[in-house]
């Protein structure tokens, strides 16, 4: 089986960590908006699930776009808690040299995760960046992945989606494209990005 002619990557908790800076902006936005502090558990339950979700969990009467203007104003109010994975930017740069596409598909708006990938030297190393949309559907539905497919010019199955979610992994099923988990706990992915990076050349017989 040929190797795959993109890679597809999550952002938060693949190549950036950035969990604490969403936890504290979130707690930021409930007491700007007056809804009530979100406890860590509740918060990690709902964790990489998208707007929608918060709208839903956190600020019940509020509308998606006033939350993501919040959002978008004062997540890098917290940018000391937002730092590259320290095997990104060499992750990406040998896939580059691979003559592999490397996009980000994440449900943080695209705005926003354009600055996390600007503020964390990210940003030139990928070629295409698929947040959160209103025409699209947040993962665990397909189109973010099949948006960027399109945009690339390849197939699901000629990508390899990576994340750290279910959401992710039932996201690339839905899409009919190849998963492998980062740091998932069912043991059958990688730890790290390098090894992720040895994984795909060896699909390529390099």
Same mark, same amino acid.
């Given at each position: ?6 890679? #597809? ?15 504290? #902006?979130? =707690? ?22 998208? +707007? ?10 509020? =509308?998606?776009?006033? +939350? ?13 808690? +937002? ?61 973010? +992945? ?20 279910? $959401? ?7 899409? =009919?494209?190849? $998963? ?20 795909? #050349? ?5």
């Amino acid at each position: 089986m040929p190797g795959p002619r993109a890679v #597809l990557f999550d952002l938060d908790g693949v190549l950036v960590n950035s969990y604490e800076a969403w936890f504290k #902006l979130v =707690n930021l936005a409930t007491r700007h908006f007056c809804k009530s502090d979100v406890e860590r558990d509740r918060f990690h339950d709902c964790w990489g699930q998208g +707007i929608e979700v918060d709208l839903r969990e956190f600020f019940p009467g509020c =509308n998606a776009a006033e +939350i993501e203007r919040f959002y978008d104003e004062h997540l890098l109010d917290f940018d000391s808690c +937002i730092e590259a994975d320290a095997d990104a930017a060499a992750t990406l740069q040998r896939l580059r040299d691979e003559e592999i596409a490397r996009a980000v598909v994440t449900n943080t708006p695209t705005p926003l995760a354009r600055d996390i990938l600007a503020l964390t030297g990210l940003i030139g190393l990928v070629d295409l960046t698929v947040g959160a949309m209103s025409d699209l559907a947040s993962k665990p539905a397909p189109d973010l +992945i099949v948006h960027a497919c399109r945009e690339l010019d390849v197939e699901p199955a000629e990508t390899l989606v990576v994340g750290d979610s279910r $959401f992710d992994e039932e996201a690339a099923r839905a899409a =009919n494209a190849p $998963f492998v988990g980062f740091r998932t706990e069912d043991g059958h992915g990688v730890s790290t990005l390098p090894d992720l990076v040895d994984r795909v #050349l060896s699909q390529l017989g390099s």
